[in-house]
């Protein structure tokens, strides 16, 4: 069996590359652009991602492996959206952020000596949590997100085309 932490390593770091094309060379309309008014436009989705990179899996992650020397603090992702005035943010800069904040979190990643992937901390809301239950999960935040910005970015196609794009295939949001 393949060892999953440096697949999951390796894909986090791999997703640089796919959030940078999925991210970069939009105009400034489609940044700003909501499917609906309950949606995160593109610009609001790239600074949910470096608060979730920084505050949320890193640092999670290493509350699970050393809660000394990373302590565990409550975060609020939906309520950051307007707390931290997203919507007021430079979308390139925020782009570059991401990138710079990834590849600090694989740098990290990578220069842990003998983890202890099993060790854990005490959530206040899901119990014993494990660092490879959060390292997983920061994968797969990715993969949600990754499916985020290609809705957003269909949806966006059908509304500046003023296309039927059921030629392209069926479209459908659960899969």
Not at 10 to 34: P, R
Not at 101 to 106: M, Q, V
Not at 141 to 167: C, F, G, P
Request: glycine share 2%; with cysteine; net charge negative.
């Amino acid at each position: 069996m393949p060892d999953s932490k440096a697949f999951i390593i390796s894909q986090l770091e791999a997703n640089i590359e796919v959030f940078k094309g999925l991210l970069t060379n939009l105009d400034e309309e489609m940044v700003m652009w909501k499917p609906t008014s309950d949606r995160w436009c593109m610009l609001e989705i790239v600074c949910h991602l470096i608060d979730e990179e920084i505050h949320d899996f890193r640092a999670r992650v290493g509350a699970a492996l050393d809660a000394d020397q990373y302590p565990f603090y409550a975060i609020d992702p939906v309520g950051w959206v307007t707390e931290r005035k997203y919507i007021e943010q430079d979308y390139t800069s925020k782009v570059n952020e991401w990138i710079n904040e990834r590849t600090k979190s694989i740098d990290w990643l990578r220069s842990l000596d003998n983890p202890d992937w099993e060790n854990s901390f005490q959530h206040p809301d899901f119990g014993p949590v494990s660092a490879s239950h959060f390292l997983s999960n920061w994968l797969a935040h990715d993969h949600i997100h990754v499916r985020q910005i290609n809705r957003t970015k269909r949806t966006y196609l059908e509304h500046i085309s003023d296309e039927n794009l059921e030629y392209a295939g069926k479209w459908n949001p659960e899969v």
